[in-house]
């Protein structure tokens, strides 16, 4: 007989509120780099501006839809955890991803901060498993909490010893 799949609890922490601004910036800036290549077909190419208004305004509708529903889903969902044995994630806005990474097989945490993060006082935090799935990554921290939280992980890896392997 075999026993019932474990229930996945959604972990306690959100992310900083901050983070649905930068993802917001992030996507107008992606709709910005969609459309210049479009203006400039159509204004090196007339014979294509036709073509490249109304593909333009596709790049707007579906920017302007984006900017507004994703940030605001991805906040909604994102959330992270640290309990004393493991690394609880989850993550997405379309198709959510939960991920569980045991303390004893943490290899690396790193904290990265790009110019948008910084403009917003926000960090991310990638923990590095011995893992074939990958590292799990929390985008979206209040920078200060970033770097209690890496050098909350850091300690709790030192106290085990080993290789994580």
Same mark, same amino acid.
């Given at each position: ?23 917001? *910036?992030?996507? &107008?800036?992606? $709709?910005? !780099? %969609?459309? @210049?290549?479009?203006?400039? =077909?159509?204004?090196? +190419? ?6 490249? *208004?109304?593909? &333009?305004?596709? $790049?707007? !509708? %579906?920017? @302007?839809?984006?900017?507004? =529903?994703?940030?605001? +889903? ?9 309990? &004393?044995?493991?690394?609880?994630? %989850? ?75």
């Amino acid at each position: 007989m075999t026993s019932p799949a474990p229930h996945l609890r959604t972990p306690a922490h959100q992310v900083s509120p901050r983070a649905r601004f930068w993802w917001a *910036v992030r996507s &107008g800036l992606g $709709t910005l !780099v %969609l459309l @210049v290549p479009q203006a400039a =077909v159509a204004w090196f +190419l007339p014979e294509l501006a036709r073509l490249m *208004v109304l593909t &333009g305004v596709a $790049t707007v !509708v %579906l920017g @302007v839809a984006h900017l507004l =529903v994703v940030p605001r +889903l991805r906040y909604a969902r994102h959330r992270w955890e640290v309990t &004393g044995d493991a690394v609880h994630t %989850l993550s997405g806005w379309l198709r959510l991803e939960w991920r569980i990474a045991p303390i004893s097989r943490v290899q690396t945490v790193d904290t990265d901060r790009g110019p948008l993060q910084r403009a917003f006082g926000l960090s991310s935090v990638t923990v590095t498993t011995a893992s074939s799935s990958g590292a799990l990554t929390i985008d979206g921290l209040d920078a200060d909490a970033a770097v209690t939280l890496a050098e909350r992980l850091t300690r709790a890896t030192e106290h085990l010893g080993g290789d994580a392997t």
